[in-house]
């Protein structure tokens, strides 16, 4: 989990360092990450794990086709903003799956999860009204970007409970995610064929670099470690991703935050926090939600 977070912090700096269109960005993430993810079948001899259910088929390649949609308005809201902010507001997404759980699967939400909603939805503003006012970069593309990081996380949320529809008629994570990098190359083979392939050089290493590390080995290491921690650790380790993010901008770029906008992002990450924190326990353990328990492990190859 710790070596997952940390590669998809990464992910950034690979994306402004190929220099592409998003669909460009998009479709070599697919492309060669579903080559990363067959090889990883392949080597563990779990072929048969893509084999899904009609009904399971259909909610995969639906996850697939809002997958593109996230990756799209990510990357884009990326090149308007900053690295670092549409990373952490892009985390307003499990409380998204929150609401949404409790109106489609009736699920149980405490009072503290709405209130640390609440306080996610004060820290946006800050964020965003610090943006628009000269923060992230100073101009109305920075607000754009924000509310195609808003649209991503809208759609990344669906994915989540498309996931859930999926592992319940027996798929794995992997598969979901093989599929979604399957349907991915297909449904946008059209744009390279339109546009042309970049010139070889260094943007072809960096576009690679998003499909084998950041989505095949990405992908492997965090469903590994999710497999083998409880629920309460696994939700602690969602924000090495956001931190590594922000750091890396930081470093590599020189982006800062105004004290607003740090206040917000902070504000955000502290409700993210107490939200995924797992129930008390009151006599006999009840089996936590998908919401108050954090992302499943399809959820966290969002980015």
Not at 131 to 157: I, N
Request: aromatic share 10%.
């Amino acid at each position: 989990m710790l070596a997952g977070g940390l590669l998809l912090g990464t992910l950034g700096v690979f994306l402004e360092e190929a220099g592409q269109h998003p669909l460009t960005a998009v479709w070599f993430r697919c492309a060669f990450g579903w080559l990363a993810l067959s090889a990883a079948l392949g080597l563990a001899g779990r072929w048969r794990d893509i084999r899904l259910s009609p009904r399971a088929l259909r909610a995969a390649v639906a996850g697939a086709l809002l997958m593109l949609l996230n990756w799209a308005l990510f990357f884009s809201a990326i090149q308007r903003t900053s690295i670092a902010l549409a990373t952490v507001v892009f985390h307003v997404q499990p409380f998204i799956v929150m609401a949404l759980a409790a109106w489609w699967w009736r699920e149980p939400v405490r009072r503290t999860q709405w209130a640390a909603a609440a306080v996610a939805l004060i820290g946006l503003v800050l964020a965003a009204g610090a943006a628009s006012a000269g923060g992230a970069s100073g101009s109305t593309a920075s607000v754009a970007g924000l509310a195609m990081c808003l649209g991503g996380a809208f759609s990344y949320a669906l994915v989540v409970l498309l996931a859930k529809a999926v592992s319940v008629e027996g798929g794995s994570a992997l598969a979901m995610a093989w599929w979604q990098c399957g349907v991915g190359t297909v449904a946008l083979a059209w744009w390279p064929l339109r546009e042309g392939l970049p010139p070889m050089g260094p943007a072809w290493g960096w576009l690679a670099g998003l499909g084998v590390l950041h989505t095949g080995l990405a992908y492997v290491l965090l469903y590994a470690g999710m497999a083998r921690l409880g629920a309460g650790q696994v939700a602690v380790l969602q924000f090495v991703y956001p931190i590594t993010a922000v750091a890396m901008d930081a470093m590599v770029y020189g982006r800062r935050f105004t004290p607003a906008q740090a206040l917000g992002l902070v504000l955000m990450m502290a409700a993210l926090w107490v939200a995924m924190r797992p129930a008390p326990r009151r006599g006999a353990q009840a089996a936590p939600s998908p919401a108050a328990a954090g992302p499943r492990p399809d959820a966290s190859a969002g980015a």
